[in-house]
């Protein structure tokens, strides 16, 4: 039923990058407004950037400026690239739709920011 597959994920010292990648499994990602959301222990899911179908893209102003998210219609994938990380920025990442989430989540991504 998961409509997204999330990948690219790891651990990575403060001050570094790290891109993630969602794949959708049909053309939403090209028609809908998709997001990137995050969720650290303990703490409920956020929602951190948006992209919109017209190419326009909002941040949360935890991430503003550090983080880019970018998408590629052909591929049915959304990116987000992460700059000047920090520990904070430690959790599960998951693509879905914005600003109605579909049900059906992928299993996310683990982003640990650790030195």
């Known amino acids: 039923q998961g409509q997204f597959v999330e990948s690219g994920g790891g651990l990575v010292q403060p001050g570094g990058s790290l891109s993630v990648s969602c794949a959708g499994s049909r053309s939403i990602v090209s028609i809908y407004a998709m997001g990137w959301y995050r969720q650290a222990p303990g703490k409920q899911r956020e929602l951190v950037a948006t992209?919109?179908?017209?190419?326009?893209?909002n941040y949360a102003d935890s991430v503003k400026g550090r983080f880019t998210i970018s998408r590629d219609n052909a591929k049915n994938t959304v990116y987000l690239q992460m700059n000047s990380l920090k520990p904070e920025d430690t959790a599960v990442y998951y693509c879905?739709?914005?600003?109605?989430?579909?049900?059906?989540w992928g299993q996310g991504t683990q982003v640990t920011v650790s030195s």
């Open positions: 879905n739709l914005v600003p109605s989430p579909s049900p059906y």
């Open positions: 992209i919109f179908s017209s190419g326009s893209t």
